[in-house]
């Protein structure tokens, strides 16, 4: 075991966070870490790591154990540059490095035993170099960057000099470098762009050691964990797979919950009156006896949030059967064009997904569509009946000086009662006294809520979303995700979430470097068509490179050096020429090993990182035998 936590419980004054929590976890385990906000996630990832102590309870640790911890704000000293702060990790090597460097200039000055002892010092040093992947190592740390999106040129950049985001990046890559017995991640997909997180999904899903994760993003928990547990009302339930499994298993112990809870209620009903009936008469023995065991009986909570009732929302206004068409038509300002050539026919009922990276024009296209910029070129036409809301995320359509009832009152008719509308809100987790809040007091998160309760109440017959989960937990997320599926409009949408757009969209519209690509289907069907290209592409890139490699070793490939032969080898001159020939070779690897291409392929990187090692190590052969050459001279 990595570490065993047995009956944790954790206060901060009179808040319990944690109670008498349970659980092991194993060397190698993917898990996800679920709550709502404020559940104790973070605490307990604190707990784990040790930076936090238990008020209660025990934690054991495998000896010797490593972890590694992904922190919230991270900073960096002025002089270290991108690339020095990720290979700032690889502290020994660095240390083996000088070392090697050192013996190697003694070679040269000392002879005889002493000679012996150093070429024996640098053979070790050589060989915990190579066994801990000192070869490679520059290698993987620009591969890691890159892959978080970090460009060549960024590389001697001055790591105080980057945005918040971007130390947060930087941290992340110098984690995953460390390679610690289990990392403990929280929200890692914060500050990356989708292809930055499409990468990281792909080096977790293949990463040996173990880590924990915290994150809102379901789609990615969805591709990187294999075990779920479930912080709920200050304990912790495990589920094996991945999130669709949990929520799969999840809702199944709930019914049996429920089940459990209904069926108790009515013993203790039952048991309840045959002590009112008989406590007074003749069976006041049998009912005082019962009155003991009810006192013992350990209650079952019933499962308050299992509701599967829909949301009855009322019918919207029904458009023509064409909502929006967009003919040829460019978005962006005057003196930039963000994105062009955009064509799309949207139809009645229809819900169209809209992704890709910052700064490629979706929210433009979101403005230009309502009007509020004109299109550089080309045609945009709102069909017949359209009524449009807009969710923007400035949540300029709430007024903070409105309670949350009185918020959503202002677009409802005077004979809606309040039972109705709190009905309503509750479905969008405002219950009992919270109605009652002012809007000013909200959380970000739960004003987002109010504003989407408010967009999808007022009955319009097309909605725009622009990232309407952003600052939303995973419950938010499923209430929004009921709210909109029980919603018979249209939806167009722009979000970074994928788990969202995987349960919403029928259509999805791509923005890429390449251009704005119209895809019918839903987001697993898109992502798999691209992965399945990206594969079938760096399948192509590494037979190419591995024909290129194979006719460049034809046609220089040194002879491997020669065994010890007293009586007959090769001369000085002759190792001389392989040792340049076998330096050219290494100088023309590490080039490719620096390419963009190589670094966002981790396949072709650890096969041309493995041609690297071994020709390292001929040159180290090479050298050894023209020290022995130049000393029988």
């Known amino acids: 075991m990595l570490f065993r936590l047995a009956e944790v419980s954790k206060s901060y004054g009179a808040q319990e966070v944690l109670r ?67 290979l700032d990790v690889f502290s020994e090597l660095q240390q083996l490095e000088a070392k090697m460097r050192d013996l190697e200039h003694a070679m040269t000055e000392v002879t005889g035993d002493e000679l012996d002892r150093v070429m024996h010092d640098y053979s070790e040093a050589q060989h915990a170099y190579e066994h801990n992947g000192g070869f490679t190592y ?57 292809q930055a997180v499409e990468w990281l999904e792909d080096f977790l899903s293949e990463y040996k050691s173990a880590y924990i994760i915290i994150s809102h993003d379901r789609f990615f928990l969805d591709h990187t964990v294999n075990r779920i547990l479930d912080l709920e009302a200050k304990q912790i339930i495990s589920y094996h797979g991945n999130y669709s499994k949990y929520l799969e298993l999840r809702e199944e112990r709930r019914e049996q919950q429920q089940k459990a809870y209904e069926q108790q209620r009515e013993m203790i009903e039952r048991t309840e009156d045959f002590i009112r009936r008989n406590l007074a008469g003749q069976k006041t023995k049998q009912a005082k006896s019962r009155r ?194 029980d919603y018979d409009g249209t939806i167009i949408t722009v979000s970074h979430d994928r788990y969202f757009l995987d349960r919403i969209a029928t259509q999805i519209l791509f923005f890429s470097p390449d251009g704005v690509e119209d895809f019918d289907g839903g987001y697993s069907e898109f992502y798999d068509a691209h992965h399945r290209a990206k594969q079938q592409e760096a399948e192509a890139a590494r037979a190419a490179a591995e024909a290129q490699r194979k006719a460049e070793t034809t046609a220089k490939q040194p002879a491997k050096p020669a065994k010890k032969n007293k009586s007959k080898g090769p001369t000085a001159f002759e190792i001389e020429t392989q040792i340049h020939a076998t330096e050219t070779q290494i100088s023309e690897l590490s080039a490719l090993l620096a390419t963009e291409d190589v670094a966002r392929d981790k396949d072709r990187l650890f096969a041309l990182s493995e041609q690297y090692t071994q020709l390292e190590e001929t040159l180290q052969e090479l050298y050894q035998q023209w020290e022995e050459a130049l000393s029988q001279a």
């Open 292 to 485: 003991k065991m009810l006192e013992k009986v350990e209650r079952i909570e019933s499962v308050t949030n299992l509701d599967t009732a829909k949301f009855n929302l009322k019918p919207v206004a029904r458009t023509g059967d064409l909502v929006l068409i967009l003919d040829k038509i460019a978005v962006g300002f005057p003196t930039k064009t963000l994105a062009k050539d955009i064509s799309l026919t949207l139809r009645r009922g229809e819900r169209l997904g809209i992704i890709g990276a910052n700064g490629t024009g979706k929210t433009t296209l979101l403005r230009t569509i309502l009007g509020e910029m004109q299109p550089l070129a080309g045609e945009s036409r709102w069909g017949t009946g359209v009524n449009v809301g807009y969710y923007d995320q400035r949540l300029l359509m709430i007024d903070e000086r409105n309670t949350v009832l009185d918020e959503l009152r202002t677009i409802t008719a005077s004979t809606v009662t309040d039972g109705e509308l709190r009905s309503f809100l509750g479905r969008f987790l405002f219950t009992g006294d919270d109605v009652f809040k002012p809007v000013s007091v909200l959380s970000g998160g739960e004003k987002g809520r109010l504003a989407l309760a408010k967009l999808i109440y007022s009955r319009v017959n097309v909605l725009i979303l622009d990232e309407p989960t952003n600052h939303l937990d995973i419950a938010s997320c499923e209430a929004l995700e009921d709210a909109l599926n």
């Open 138 to 194: 520059h290698a993987r740390a620009e591969s890691v960057l890159q892959g978080l999106g970090f460009t060549k040129d960024a590389f001697q950049k001055p790591a105080s000099a980057l945005s918040g985001g971007e130390k947060n990046r930087l941290g992340l890559a110098r984690m995953l470098l460390l390679e610690p017995d289990i990392l403990l991640l929280d929200e890692p997909t914060n500050h990356l762009d989708v």
């Open 20 to 86: 008498s929590i349970s659980f092991q976890f194993n060397p190698g385990e993917h898990v996800g870490l679920v709550g709502r906000n404020g559940a104790g996630k973070t605490t307990l990832l604190r707990l784990i790591s040790g930076t936090e102590s238990p008020d209660k309870g025990t934690i054991e640790r495998m000896r010797g154990f490593r972890y590694g911890i992904l922190a919230q704000h991270v900073e960096f000293k002025d002089a270290t540059t991108v690339m020095d702060a990720a």
